[in-house]
DNA sequence: GTGATATATACTGTCAAGCGTATATACGTC
DNA sequence: GACGTATATACGCTTGACAGTATATATCAC
């Protein structure tokens, strides 16, 4: 993936809320993304798809729940880009609040509990 | 500027290789930018209208010149990813070639000799 | 098998980004 | 003033990204 596509990909509200929050919390499932971003869930599925096409995340099923993390095998000046920007943007909105609802959500499927 | 404008602004070739070529350059016109891009001037004067309106890049006149260079304002997380991101790309093309196309660029205007 | 939940995808319409072309503006020289 | 060069902008067009809705697929419980 060249960069200018990352880039663009970095360039929309949704993607990059979500890959914030995959840098904040490591692994997400697709419902916990979808309830901390407030959005509709195929919105949320098509953006992961989109992301997991560059190359830009991981997923893999557990049980009914996909998970999603950041691609490991990611250019080291990528990661660094992105560690960058979540370090910048985690303290702002909407990023703050998208963190909020997820520590607030009921019934997370929880990696490391229920799989 | 929120983060994913600037972004969505670094997803387009023609931004991303005007701002490499600033970064490395420091400063340039509106004809070295043109040329060294290989792009009829219209377009690049249009991405750099927009870099300009975005607050990216800061544009002054020097005689029939118009000089841009990388925004001395620019938030710093920003200007940490636009130099993480000159020196990762700098080798790779179209970088390398736009760069050379510069070097060999003939009459260039100078902003140091001949203002 | 049925039904419930989680996720992915297909379809359709809308909107904005971008390009090529032509033209306008600014500056310098005469 | 006229003319040439450098740069900016306006216009018309095309194309692709995205959203909302509906539907398909996968897994689990029974």
Redesign the pocket.
């Known amino acids: 993936m060249d960069a200018t596509r990352f880039f663009?990909i970095l360039?929309?509200p949704?993607?990059l809320r979500a890959l914030v929050l995959l840098q904040r919390e490591g692994e997400l499932?697709?419902?916990e993304l979808?309830h901390a971003l407030g959005?509709?869930?195929?919105?949320?599925?098509?953006?992961?798809?989109?992301l997991?096409e560059a190359g830009l995340v991981d997923?893999h099923?557990e049980?009914?729940?996909?998970?999603y993390r950041l691609a490991p095998g990611l250019p080291s000046w990528q990661r660094e880009v992105l560690e960058q920007t979540a370090t910048a943007l985690g303290g702002q909105e909407p990023y703050v609040s998208d963190a909020a609802l997820l520590g607030e959500m009921p019934?997370r499927?929880g990696s490391r509990c229920c799989a």
Chains 1, 2 share one sequence.
């Open positions: 663009s360039g929309h949704v993607r499932c697709v419902c979808t959005l509709l869930q195929p919105v949320v599925s098509r953006h992961l798809a989109l997991r997923a099923r049980g009914q729940w996909m998970h019934n499927p």
